[in-house]
């Protein structure tokens, strides 16, 4: 199993769309947890640590099942600029970050 | 702040040359990191540096040598280039808060 899978997308979604993504991790004491972005041909970016608690960002909100091994991302009202590719972030040990394959969005007009 | 830079940006190397990579951060990160990104695919990590004078291999480290003199700096050197090793490079740094930044990539072409 992959430390950390993703679902492989793409999504194609009209604009002002609410979208999920799912990501799960095989190391049960990963410590930290993380959502990036990567526009096309570009550096990944941080968009937002994952809270055991969860957390929002305007329409962005994630949430951490420890249990399951379950990290989430969902938009809510979806922009053209929100295309891109969502990568999943996990630290099983120390300052070792595991990425995952990403997931494509498209957002249509 | 410059954050992380990168150089060259684009590169292209015949089978069997040799070239360095840089990286160089101003945010006085610790932690360094070389990871390289197949088209479609995620990032894989070459190596990856908790401070100056120590480095340590990564998922995928064969054809890659890494040092780490200074704290700014962690240049990656491919010795015999192979068409494998065509990739997208990406140098990344990390301070106590455990967040990543990315510099903009190196594309290398291996013909």
């Known amino acids: 199993r992959k430390e950390v899978e993703q679902d492989p997308g793409p999504f194609n979604v009209p604009e002002g769309a609410t979208v999920a993504f799912n990501c799960t991790y095989s190391?049960?004491?990963?410590?930290?947890f993380f959502w990036y972005r990567q526009d096309c041909r570009k550096e990944p970016k941080l968009l937002m640590s994952v809270y055991s608690s969860g957390n929002e960002d305007g329409r962005f909100t994630a949430q951490l099942n420890r249990a399951s091994q379950y990290i989430s991302l969902l938009i809510r009202d979806s922009k053209l600029s929100d295309s891109a590719t969502y990568l999943c972030?996990?630290?099983?040990?120390?300052?070792?970050?595991?990425f995952g394959p990403g997931t494509r969005l498209s957002v249509l007009p | 702040n410059a954050g992380v830079t990168q150089t060259p940006k684009f590169r292209i190397l015949k089978i069997g040359q040799s070239m360095t990579l840089q990286c160089t951060q101003d945010m006085n990160h610790n932690y360094m990191y070389w990871y390289r990104q197949d088209p479609g695919m995620g990032l894989k990590l070459i190596y990856y540096?908790?401070?100056?004078?120590?480095?340590d291999k990564g998922e995928v480290p064969n054809g890659y040598n890494v040092s780490r003199s200074t704290t700014e700096d962690f240049p990656l050197r491919l010795e015999l280039a192979a068409p494998s090793q065509t990739s997208v490079y990406f140098c990344?740094?990390?301070?106590?808060?455990?967040?990543?930044?990315f510099g903009p990539g190196t594309r290398l072409t291996v013909l």
């Open positions: 990344a740094s990390s301070g106590e808060v455990n967040t990543q930044y």
């Open positions: 540096s908790v401070g100056a004078g120590i480095t």
């Open positions: 190391n049960s004491a990963s410590q930290s």
């Open positions: 972030v996990v630290t099983p040990y120390g300052q070792n970050f595991v």
